[in-house]
């Protein structure tokens, strides 16, 4: 799919979707965020990997002001439940997706990066939650996906001040897993989508779905779904037949 506001790209298994709107730093308008609905919801069969990308110098630079509009409460309570439909599917989708981050990655931006699985920063990159200086709070669940990451008391403080975190101080805090030279976070996304996509497809949709959900449960029960998800994967015939190619690799000594 291609317009105005998103492009997407499937090659080798890889899917790439880029936010296309540089002029406005890619900020979420709601056609910018129909536009991710659809590209997401149109994830091509036998995708294995996804690729979140911002064109122009910037992921993210979250809500598009401009377009803000007054809505009445049962109506801001909609519009927020759909950003975390559109979230929630790319986190709990089942594909990992990795995203390639640079320059603003603020407010609803921070919000969709923190949706994603692995995350790669520039040096430019700056991360921040502003919305406390416009008098309102967040709505796409930073309350909980940021508030996990860095701590609830952190992301208070982070939006009460308005305070921005610099590409080193958001992989110190988990923000980013990977910071790369400038430039480099695409070909870096790439490389790491190409050895994502080498794991079996069960395997990498039970490390998307469950791990999360079980940090939302008691110990017991995430021993429980833990021990569930381990006998739907371990006795898969791809997994035995994985397991069979490594022991008889091994069995040979060093490879060259």
Not at 3 to 27: G, H, M, W
Not at 102 to 113: F, M, N, R, S
Request: aromatic share 6%; charged share 20%; hydrophobic share 40%.
């Amino acid at each position: 799919m291609n317009d105005q506001l998103v492009k997407t790209v499937f090659e080798e298994s890889i899917y790439t979707i880029t936010l296309t709107r540089p002029e406005k730093r890619n900020a979420v308008s709601d056609r910018l965020l129909k536009s991710l609905e659809k590209a997401v919801e149109e994830t091509p069969e036998g995708t294995r990997v996804i690729i979140l990308a911002g064109e122009g110098g910037h992921f993210c630079a979250g809500l598009d002001l401009a377009e803000h509009q007054h809505r009445e409460p049962f109506g801001v309570m909609q519009h927020s439940q759909w950003w975390h439909r559109i979230f929630n599917r790319i986190q709990m989708g089942g594909i990992p997706v990795v995203a390639a981050m640079q320059g603003a990655v603020i407010g609803g931006g921070l919000e969709l990066a923190m949706a994603t699985h692995v995350r790669i920063a520039e040096p430019d990159t700056i991360y921040q939650l502003p919305e406390g200086r416009h008098g309102i709070f967040v709505g796409g669940g930073a309350s909980v996906r940021v508030a996990k990451i860095i701590g609830p008391g952190r992301m208070c403080e982070m939006m009460l001040t308005g305070r921005i975190y610099k590409a080193e101080e958001g992989q110190s805090l988990g923000l980013s897993h990977y910071l790369v030279g400038k430039g480099e976070s695409l070909a870096k996304a790439k490389e790491l989508a190409r050895r994502i996509a080498e794991n079996a497809p069960m395997a990498n949709w039970a490390m998307v779905t469950a791990i999360s959900r079980i940090d939302n449960m008691s110990t017991d029960d995430g021993f429980y779904v833990e021990s569930l998800t381990a006998a739907l994967t371990q006795t898969s015939p791809e997994v035995a037949e994985r397991i069979g190619h490594f022991l008889s690799r091994k069995g040979k000594g060093p490879q060259t």
